[in-house]
């Protein structure tokens, strides 16, 4: 047991770092190749973060550990919102943008009631098992792409004449090293991480479905957690929100639609209840944003994510 909780930390840490080092030569690449600084963080920045989810879940997927590969995926969502969120409002109150406001939000709403909708065949239809099929997997990537064509107008309709360098120069044979040696890092650290999971799962006598929900979505959320908080300390509240919003849009359309068509999802009736959870989470992020004054998330709205966080996951494990 000692030696499956050891490869999963050394796993976290290989999917951290390379993370890490694959956004910071990816950015070094664009900024060469005169790309936007908004189009780095809307785009390469984000896979950056959620890269971590992308590669568990295609391990998980092509090993036929669909509990794994939902639970990663809705865990980290709540976790981003409750968890990331809470604790980003506590730190500084975040105030939110009208793009932020009445677009990615509400998308981040419509990811989750998508899942809901996609999963919920024995609801709908009468089926005897919920599954969310290839063909649902092809239909949350098509929600992808128009959410990354709005990515890309905003993008190249905001440009500006810069010329800050938020991102680390490096020489172009150092840029595509970090490029190729953090999508190793990601692969080796998404492969440890999955093996190692089961096998605790298994001598736990803990579910996948909780393990993914848990252990494995916090560690594949850090990324995201790192970039919110460091955010918040700054003051830059609008990357501290937008970093959360962007991934759960990016987990719920790009991740599971790929995992989905690498193999069909099957869920259970406590998946069903995990994805009314993620969808009562992304409301009341909505909900939120409108108390008190201006279109903001306070401190105290922090503190009853983080308690609410705590509650969740305490269920998780006793139930």
Same mark, same amino acid.
């Given at each position: ?17 390379g ?15 005169r ?48 968890a990331?969120? *809470?604790l @980003?409002?506590?730190?500084?109150? =975040? %105030?939110?943008?009208?793009?932020? +406001? ?5 998308? !981040? ?78 692969v ?16 736990? *006598?803990? @579910?996948?479905?909780?393990?993914? =929900? %848990?252990?494995?979505?916090?560690? +594949? ?5 790192? !970039? ?17 919003v ?42 939120f ?29 006793v139930?």
């Open positions: 047991m000692l030696l499956s909780v050891f490869l999963l930390v050394i796993g976290f840490c290989a999917l951290i770092y993370a890490n080092i694959l956004v910071d030569g990816a950015s070094s690449v664009a900024k060469r190749l790309v936007s600084d908004m189009m780095i963080g809307l785009t390469i920045v984000a896979f950056g973060t959620s890269a971590p989810e992308l590669v568990v879940n295609i391990f998980s997927s092509l090993e036929g550990n669909s509990d794994i590969a939902l639970g990663n995926i809705v865990g980290s969502n709540i976790f981003n919102i409750l990331i969120l *809470g @980003s409002a506590l730190i500084q109150p =975040l %105030t939110v943008d009208k793009a932020t +406001t009445w677009i990615q939000v509400p998308l !981040t709403v419509l990811s989750a009631v998508a899942l809901l909708f996609l999963l919920s065949d024995s609801w709908m239809d009468g089926a005897t098992a919920n599954v969310i099929s290839r063909v649902d997997g092809c239909i949350l990537l098509l929600f992808f792409a128009i959410f990354m064509g709005y990515v890309i107008q905003t993008s190249l309709s905001n440009r500006v004449s810069s010329t800050e360098d938020d991102y680390k120069q490096m020489p172009w044979w150092k840029s595509i090293l970090f490029v190729v040696g953090g999508l190793v890092l990601l080796v650290g998404a492969k440890v991480i999955v093996d190692s999971a089961v096998k605790l799962a298994q001598m736990w *006598g803990m @579910s996948q479905r909780v393990i993914g =929900l %848990t252990i494995i979505s916090i560690g +594949t959320s850090l990324p995201e957690l790192a !970039t919110s908080v460091v955010a918040a300390k700054k003051n830059k509240v609008d990357i501290a929100i937008a970093n959360i962007g991934s759960n849009i990016f987990n719920a359309f790009f991740i599971l639609g790929i995992s989905a068509i690498i193999c069909p999802i099957h869920g259970t009736p406590s998946s069903i209840i995990d994805l009314l959870v993620n969808v009562f989470v992304s409301l009341l992020l909505f909900v944003i409108f108390t008190g004054k201006g279109r903001r998330l306070d401190r105290w709205e922090g503190a009853l994510f983080i308690a609410s966080y705590i509650i969740y996951t305490v269920w998780l494990i139930a």
